[in-house]
T-cell receptor, first 113, second 115 residues
């Protein structure tokens, strides 16, 4: 079974631009979560989607948004990029919510210049 | 707010030495507990998990962890490390209900195994 895939793997943007990252979960997984990983802040939860609805949101500004499609694929969007948004963005999928392990993708490395 | 503490930031061991990495969490309710590993250049992989039942759980590659509820701890152990265990290890927790999948991660422990 294929793992979690994320596209693109690398991205360079300039301040003020917006970006959309994509995540395809493991087949059959219905929950998709997004995390930001930086050297300074570590791994931080962004949001979780299940059945096309955002179920949980981390402590990030409204510039960070996402959505989930009927096939469980998910996208996250960051508008008005700032230098501090440079990070590895990880997507994780799980069969359901709560007591299920999450499987992580390779991430999208976003660099904002 | 829930938090996870990993007290060892960088651990250096010789091959065949025993390993114990500490993890403590702050949430007082039912929790699900995880250890993930990130090998150099690779993505996060699940090492082991605890949902309920036997507090001693075994994972892949000879790793195990013990959940001690009274100490809010979930320490990772391996009796004899190998050079290939060099990686960063993350402890993670989520609330043990059916309505929350938010993982809170510790800051990670970088393990370096020398030959």
């Amino acid at each position: 079974k294929a793992g979690v895939t994320q596209t693109p793997r690398y991205l360079i943007k300039t301040r003020g631009q917006q970006v959309t990252l994509s995540c395809s979960p493991i087949s059959g997984h219905r929950s998709v979560s997004w995390y930001q990983q930086t050297p300074g802040q570590g791994l931080q939860f962004l949001f979780e989607y299940f059945s096309e609805t955002q179920r949980n949101k981390g402590n990030f500004p409204g510039r960070f948004s996402g959505r989930q499609f009927s096939n469980s694929r998910s996208e996250m969007n960051v508008s008005t990029l700032e230098l501090g948004d440079s990070a590895l963005y990880l997507c994780a999928s799980s069969l359901g919510r709560g007591a299920y392990e999450q499987y992580f993708g390779p991430g999208t490395r976003l660099t904002v210049t | 707010a829930q938090s996870v503490s990993q007290h060892n930031h960088h651990v250096i061991l010789s091959e065949a030495a025993s390993l114990e990495l500490g993890c403590n969490y702050s949430y007082g309710g039912t929790v699900n507990l995880f250890w993930y590993v990130q090998y150099p250049g690779q993505h996060l992989q699940l090492l082991l998990k605890y949902f309920s039942g036997d507090p001693l759980v075994k994972g892949i590659k000879g790793f195990e962890a013990e959940f001690i509820k009274s100490k809010f701890s979930f320490n990772l152990r391996k009796p004899s490390v190998q050079w290939s265990d060099t990686a960063e290890y993350f402890c993670a927790v989520n609330q043990g209900t059916g309505t929350a999948s938010k993982l809170t991660f510790g800051t990670g422990t970088r393990l370096q195994v020398t030959l």
